[in-house]
């Protein structure tokens, strides 16, 4: 089903500007793309160049999809090292340029500006100092830090003496905390005192005691300080970071590393189910990192570049720290929340520093988007050339203030679709390529050959105007390898179900002129009288109404259709909920979309349970529309509880 919005959705072209400065115009991409499926072995051999090996492979790929004996393998016979990438091989030529800016949660607090050479020596110092603590090769280290710069330094010392890091986000709850140090029996959890952010101080040091005192004795407590708020100490297992700073050795030498030796563990986000830790390895990894993050941005030496995830997610991993640095890249670290101390923090930030790209998450978005435009307009983003977007489908309503208020409609919006599974970017438009559709990923990256099939039979559906389960055919050189500990759960979550392809459990339409559209997870499709349609459109079509902030969709049994429409709906600030208000949205998305989407029931939800990383979860909305509040399953992600139960409590018809 196609909705009146995409049939007539409006197509920006890029703007000569762009194309003029762009890495990869129209002509080069459909080339480079082309090639990269003819001989991909060819075309990856060529893009592995793009960071230093020590022992250079011979071979590039060695990948079987077959369910029983998966196995990924890139450059397997290369040997390198991560942090040489990112630091040692720039430092010649700049050492003096800035790494990382940082920005404190405290626009009062001084940002900092931390050179290769700096970076470099900070990374060293944290290598030295994890190795006396015993860390070696192989060794797993968690890593529990606010957006301050040790994060960097940890996830860079960690790849300079080979060992893995597991990030664990700063939000997370004590016993997330120790589920993760367990789960990959790590043999130091690196800390901080506190993390400020929103103008608020989380004890971090105390989730970390208490998550301890669920693991092994012999977890030893590397603590920086941040803001030298009171800690515990347990003598014998807290080491204390910034003292051992003062007499950690300048230099550490860059373990040598197999491309197949493993970077790191990283949780996903949980929106459906129980977290899977991802596994990432090397050499492949770092090669996608860079090449997407040069090419979708449009990245340009002496510009500035700002990612506003945090390294707890996947996007802080390749778009903050590896990909960034591996280009050399000056990458903006920020340490606070998009509305604070206003929600003019964001654009603020921008202008301070001359961000030149910009990449953020629709829920960041929408919030911003409902405080009102005066926020972005007193700021002065002039320095803006690329605006990105991650982690959900963006509603074309969002979409368009993002253009025109944020990007004064100058510059081009790239919306990455990907996964933590995915190591980078496997879908967007690149800036000076592609036109843009509001809410459309556009375009396949090199290397990625996007199928769409039939989620019953699992056959092909070839030609346009298609829809069904998204899976992609061949391997691409930053895809997980496994599931730590568990190769079987990885075999059977992404190898199975549609057998010699990825299946990534996202839906989507590939539309008259063969661009794709994310229609959200396979799970959530919901069946009305035998119209299947993703919830994104139902979603994006209540959005678009003035008085909506922000809604979610869900199927629940309904005796005669199958599966009925189910919403939650968030108001803007300054509109109340009315039975008046109900049946005008009733009959706005009948037509926006057509009759077969009518709502059948519309919940006011003050706000909607989401992940920490800002995903809605749709799966406890599920439940709750399907009056079944017994099993809500993992709710270990979940970022405010509260929102749930006030959700059971107003349950609609109840
Ligand atoms: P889990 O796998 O534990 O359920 P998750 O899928 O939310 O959690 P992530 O790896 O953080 O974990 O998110 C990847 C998913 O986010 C994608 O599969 C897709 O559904 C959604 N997504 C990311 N970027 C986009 C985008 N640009 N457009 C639409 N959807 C997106
Ligand atoms: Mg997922």
């Known amino acids: 089903m196609t909705t009146a919005a995409q049939q007539g959705a409006n197509v920006y072209p890029p703007n000569a500007e762009t194309v003029a400065r762009a890495h990869v115009d129209a002509d080069k991409y459909t080339k480079m793309y082309e090639a990269s499926i003819k001989d991909s072995d060819a075309f990856w051999g060529e893009q592995g160049k793009r960071i230093d090996w020590i022992k250079p492979y011979s071979q590039v790929k060695d990948v079987s999809y077959n369910f029983g004996s998966v196995g990924i393998n890139w450059y397997a016979d290369g040997t390198l090292n991560v942090s040489a990438n990112c630091l040692d091989r720039h430092l010649k030529a700049r050492g003096d340029q800035t ?3 940082w920005e404190p949660d405290d626009p009062n607090d001084a940002a900092q500006h931390i050179t290769y050479a700096e970076l470099h020596r900070r990374t060293c110092r944290m290598a030295n100092i994890l190795e006396s603590m015993g860390v070696r090769k192989g060794d797993r280290v968690v890593i529990y830090l606010p957006m301050i710069p040790e994060a960097a330094y ?16 700063a939000g997370f709850s004590p016993d997330a905390l120790a589920a993760r140090v367990n789960g990959c029996d790590a043999k130091v959890v690196i800390t901080a005192d506190e993390a400020p952010r929103g103008g608020r101080k989380t004890a971090l040091k105390s989730n970390a005691d208490a998550a301890l005192l669920h693991t092994k004795d012999s977890v030893k407590c590397l ?18 970071y910034n003292e051992m700073a003062l007499e950690a050795g300048d230099y550490c030498a860059p373990a040598e590393m197999n491309a197949e030796d493993p970077l790191f563990i990283l949780y996903t986000s949980g929106s459906t189910g129980q977290p899977k830790g991802v596994v990432h390895t090397t050499g492949g990894y770092l090669v996608y990192a860079a090449m997407t993050h040069e090419i979708t941005f449009d990245y340009h030496d002496g510009d500035v570049y700002w990612c506003t995830a945090d390294v707890g997610w996947v996007t802080g991993h390749s778009y903050i720290v590896y990909g960034p ?32 790209q910009f990449y953020t998450a629709p829920t960041a978005l929408r919030a911003l988007m409902g405080q009102g435009n005066e926020w972005v307009e007193k700021c002065d983003l002039s320095d803006l050339r690329t605006l990105g977007t991650v982690g959900e ?29 995915t190591g980078g970017h496997l879908m967007t438009p690149l800036p000076g390529a592609h036109a843009m559709k509001p809410g459309s990923a556009m375009k396949p990256f090199f290397g990625i050959e996007p199928v769409v099939l039939d989620p019953q039979s699992g056959v092909e559906i070839n030609g346009n105007g298609v829809e069904g389960v998204l899976c992609i055919k061949d391997s691409w050189p930053g895809q997980m390898r496994t599931v730590w500990g568990d190769h079987e759960r990885f075999e059977k979550t992404y190898f199975s179900d549609y057998k010699g392809y990825y299946f990534t ?19 959530d499709v919901i069946n009305v009288s035998g119209h299947r349609m993703g919830t994104a459109e139902v979603e994006s079509a209540l959005v678009a109404h003035a008085a909506v902030a922000e809604a979610a969709v869900v199927g629940y049994p309904h005796e005669i259709k199958g599966q009925g429409i189910y919403c939650y709906v968030t108001l803007m600030n300054d509109r109340e909920p009315s039975d008046d208000l109900l049946k005008e949205l009733r009959v706005w998305v009948r037509t926006e979309i057509g009759p077969i989407a009518s709502p059948d029931v519309i919940q006011w939800a003050p706000g909607l349970p989401k992940t920490r990383s800002g995903k809605i979860m749709r799966r406890i909305l599920r439940k709750i529309a399907e009056n079944d509040f017994g099993s809500l399953g993992d709710t270990s992600t979940l970022a405010d509880p509260s929102v749930v139960e006030d959700l059971i409590e107003n349950r609609a018809g109840k």
């Open 393 to 421: 489908p963006i509603n074309p309503e969002a979409w368009n203030w993002y253009n025109d208020v944020v990007g004064g409609g100058r510059c081009p919006i790239v919306d990455t679709w990907w996964q933590t599974e």
């Open 325 to 356: 640095l591996a280009n050399g890249a000056t990458t903006l670290m920020f340490e606070g929340v998009p509305t604070y101390p206003d929600a003019s923090r964001f654009w603020q930030v921008c202008e301070k520093h001359k961000v030149n």
């Open 154 to 169: 940890a996830m860079l010392a960690c790849a300079r003496i080979g060992a893995i890091h597991s990030i664990v986000f």
């Open 505 to 523: 459990g996202d839906g989507c339409r590939r539309d008259e002129d063969g661009d794709y559209w994310i229609t959200g997870r396979v799970d």
């Open 223 to 240: 603590v920086v300080k941040r803001t030298g708020g009171q800690t515990t100490w347990v003598s014998g297992r807290d080491y204390d």
């Open 99 to 101: 790494a990382i800016i």
